[in-house]
């Protein structure tokens, strides 16, 4: 199955649906999961310092005997130690990885480095200067996090990896917003919380209904989850998921497939979203 790339703001390419190592990943050794990833068709992998499995996804990517240009591995900065920077703590990563260069760094919380924000991004920027990590970004960043590092910014950061679904839709504008701006690529993990973490709110009647036209103009099955990543990438966001389930892992990756929603199938999911506001992940600024 051939994954459809997204551009990003310095001319690289990115695959629009990324595995990630992180919640019930997260601590664990992951070694089986990404190589059944790989093996099922995910060529972007989203890893991170804080994720504490980086040694067992580098043993995945070696084991996997792909060639390093055919996977496109993210990785994220976790908290700075005394005497430690953005780039050295690459190179750790780097190490545990078994890899000369990531394709994606992201400061991963930007309550990490309050105060210190444009310091840790002309870091970042060394990163990709040294091509350390050929392309750069941030995660968590609201609206004046990226004001804060975009103000004198030699590059600006190429994604934005936030939670999104329709709970938090309305909330996001303004930063989406700023994405389109400044070309940023927005990136979602959480996508499926209003499904699986929160059901039985206003959008499970409204996904139903449009799973079951899906799945009667395809003539094949669809599911409540792929009727939520359709409406991710129907927007050009990058879906970061994850699971242990190679069903599941394909279905994540066959939503590629799934028929389009209609303009009216996304506003009632926009309206039914806009009903209520959950927030799984909540981070101090």
């Known amino acids: 199955m051939t994954i459809s790339t997204l551009t990003l703001n310095d001319g690289n390419q990115v695959?629009?649906?990324?595995?990630?190592?992180?919640?019930?990943?997260?601590?664990?050794?992951?070694?089986?999961?990404?190589?059944?990833?790989?093996?099922n068709g995910f060529t972007h992998l989203d890893g991170a310092q804080m994720y504490e499995n980086e040694e067992s996804l580098g043993i995945a990517i070696q084991a996997s005997g792909k060639p390093r240009s055919a996977l496109f591995v993210t990785t994220k900065l976790n908290?700075?130690?005394?005497?430690?920077?953005?780039?050295?703590a690459l190179q750790v990563s780097l190490k545990k990885l078994g890899l000369e260069y990531v394709d994606l760094y992201l400061v991963h919380v930007?309550?990490?480095?309050?105060?210190?924000?444009?310091?840790?991004?002309?870091?970042?920027e060394?990163?990709?200067?040294?091509?350390?990590?050929?392309?750069?970004?941030?995660?968590?960043?609201?609206?004046?996090?990226?004001?804060?590092?975009?103000e004198g910014a030699e590059f600006p950061?190429?994604?934005?990896?936030?939670?999104?679904?329709p709970y938090v839709?309305?909330?996001?504008?303004?930063?989406?917003?700023?994405?389109?701006?400044?070309?940023?690529i927005t990136s979602a993990y959480g996508g499926l919380t209003p499904l699986f973490r929160v059901p039985g709110g206003p959008l499970?009647?409204?996904?139903?209904?449009?799973?079951?036209?899906?799945?009667?103009?395809?003539?094949q099955p669809v599911s409540i989850?792929?009727?939520?990543?359709?409406?991710?990438?129907?927007?050009?966001?990058?879906?970061?998921?994850?699971?242990?389930?190679?069903?599941?892992?394909?279905?994540?990756?066959?939503?590629?497939?799934?028929?389009?929603?209609?303009?009216?199938?996304?506003?009632?999911?926009?309206?039914?979203?806009a009903q209520r506001y959950y927030k799984f992940l909540v981070l101090s600024d």
């Open 157 to 165: 950061p190429s994604v934005n990896q936030v939670e999104i679904h």
């Open 169 to 184: 839709w309305k909330s996001l504008q303004p930063v989406i917003a700023l994405h389109k701006e400044h070309g940023i």
């Open 15 to 39: 695959p629009g649906i990324a595995f990630g190592t992180g919640t019930a990943l997260r601590q664990q050794d992951v070694q089986n999961p990404v190589e059944n990833a790989i093996a």
């Open 225 to 273: 989850g792929q009727v939520l990543n359709k409406w991710l990438q129907q927007y050009g966001i990058l879906v970061v998921t994850t699971s242990s389930k190679a069903d599941r892992m394909r279905e994540y990756l066959d939503t590629a497939n799934v028929p389009e929603l209609t303009p009216e199938e996304i506003e009632s999911i926009e309206n039914a979203g």
């Open 79 to 88: 908290r700075l130690q005394p005497d430690q920077t953005a780039k050295t």
């Open 110 to 124: 930007p309550g990490h480095h309050a105060g210190r924000l444009k310091e840790v991004w002309k870091m970042m």
């Open 126 to 150: 060394e990163c990709k200067r040294e091509r350390l990590a050929k392309s750069i970004g941030v995660s968590n960043f609201g609206v004046a996090h990226l004001q804060e590092i975009l």
């Open 204 to 219: 499970d009647p409204v996904v139903e209904k449009i799973r079951t036209r899906l799945e009667s103009t395809r003539g």
